[in-house]
């Protein structure tokens, strides 16, 4: 019997879909269904037909669409985009309709009126990590458009894609109406902190085990988006101390608290965890686990799910399972990553060494362990803000990426990326990076306090003080970052007084916390005040100026670094 060859074709495929789809359906489902209907007619139907398109599939809020050109895809692409965001103008901010799109040419095969293959998976794969309002293009259709269409683009290097064997060339296009999340979208949701889980293993030592469990719950909890999970810094001011849950609740701001304990003995551990509600001090879920300590994991994530389920109201799970990260198998070299961020959490410089030490033992035993390499990049880029060491920059940049290439659904691996890239001046690539890590983990502290530093510098200031208030909404306890953060912020908005205000708190001031208030201190004309913060800017670095420290720093426009430079000089930096 003859074999029956399947039917393929060349074809570019567009893959669209509605950011925020079970969101705006449990607002309203009717109001939501109807806009999606007037959407699909009034905007998307006349583009297809203008551009050539078929639609060959649909789901309630999203789209696959198949092209003969790839220009005309990438074409219907970007107007689809601006029509979008323009339909949205007269909406409410929360009633925004606003889409994902990925756009591939590849082989397709071809069943009746319908397409299979990878060439339409990879264009879904692609929408899944675009930025919301963004659009992603594979390298096959971004070398069949680059001279053909008056569009940008931002080179993004090779994406590990979910069940796509190999890494597939991405293309950004950078005139589409990026849509970033709101930096008040914290607000109004159910809000929950995990106290440090009690170390009850006799040692000391072991504190660091217990501490790694915590915040691995608390990373875990804060990926589901319906709720706002208080940072670690914030929870952690609470370790080894008698609480009040009540005044636990009312200092962070939650109406949930976690708490429980860590017993590891040998090859076991022993984990209980509760669930409390604030107001009442009710306990509305309590368990323990007698485990092996190879399911160390397992447990996490019946914590996680146990205390999501004790909640009142629905907590939607999807956003999460789609942003599940890679864990190591390896249980020594989660060990060593645990032992790793014990010594970088204390932010003390002299701890840097120990640090590194234990994240590159967890490399050299899980050499796939993408979370090792993330924070191992952080440890390399405090070198290049404290001393501008380029040799510790490019270590970074090399190590961050690779951590995104092994786990591209791990926010602090694309949180990494995107400061290095900042450092780097590689300024779309550090927005890009900066959105999928908050659109992975919207509770994720230290993504926004970078999105707020990369706003900063691509000359934003009144933005970028607004991503900062949303950290700190989640960190409430503020640590000194914050608080110097806002002061250079402040300086980069012209706000003088209120900078030197900030600035001149700290007791151990960074080199780059001294240069903005010397140059704040110029603008305002203090110049006794000024000498002697140059004076203290000096034993720090000595090798260093003033004036190079600043010319290294990463503004997008020149005019912003000429502000800094205008406000050293009048504060009499010369050399």
Known sequence: MAEVRAKRRLAAILAADVVGYSRLMDVDETSTLAALKA???????????????????????????EFSSAVNAVQCAVDLQQDMAAANGDQPEDRHIVLRIGVNLGDVMVEGSDLYGD?????????????????????????????????????LGPQTLKNIADPVRAYRVSGAPVVTISPKAAIGKPSIAVLP?????????????????????????????????????????YRDKSVDVKQVGRDLGVEYLVEGSVRKAGGHVRIT??????????????????????????????????????LPGRIAEAGRQSARRKRSDNLTAYDFLLRGLEYHNTFDRTDDP????????????????????????????????FDLSVPARDRAFELARKAVALDANDSICHTALAYVCLLEKRFSEAAYHCERAIALNPNEFVGLVIMATVQAYLGRPTDALEWLDRAVHLNPLTPMLYTDWRGIILYMAHRYAEAVELLKCGTDPTKGVLMYLVAAYGQLDRSDEAEAAIAKSRVLSPSVSLLQYAALKPFKHATDLNHLLDGLCKAGVSE
């Open 197 to 237: 889980f009690i170390n009850m293993s006799g040692d000391r030592e072991q504190q660091y085990f217990s501490d790694g469990i915590t915040e691995d719950i608390i990373t875990e909890l804060s990926r589901f988006r319906s709720l706002t999970v208080i940072a670690r810094n914030s929870s952690f001011q």
């Open 273 to 310: 965890a509760q669930l409390i509600q604030v107001g009442t001090g009710n306990h509305l879920w309590a368990e323990h686990y007698d485990r092996k300590l190879e399911d160390i994991f397992v447990v996490q994530d019946d914590v996680v799910r146990s205390v999501v389920a004790a």
């Open 119 to 155: 060439g339409i998976n990879i264009a879904a794969r692609l929408e899944s990590i675009a930025n919301p309002g963004g659009i992603l293009v594979s390298g096959t259709a971004y070398d069949q458009v680059k001279n053909k269409i008056k569009i940008q683009f931002d080179e």
């Open 39 to 65: 959407r699909r007619r009034d905007v998307l139907a006349p583009l297809i037909a203008k551009h050539q398109g078929r639609i060959f599939k649909t789901t309630g809020d999203g789209v696959l669409v």
């Open 354 to 385: 120990k640090a590194r030490e234990m994240l590159e033992k967890a490399i050299a035993l899980d050499p796939d362990f993408a979370a090792a390499y993330a924070w191992l990049a952080a440890s390399y880029t405090r070198d290049w803000d």
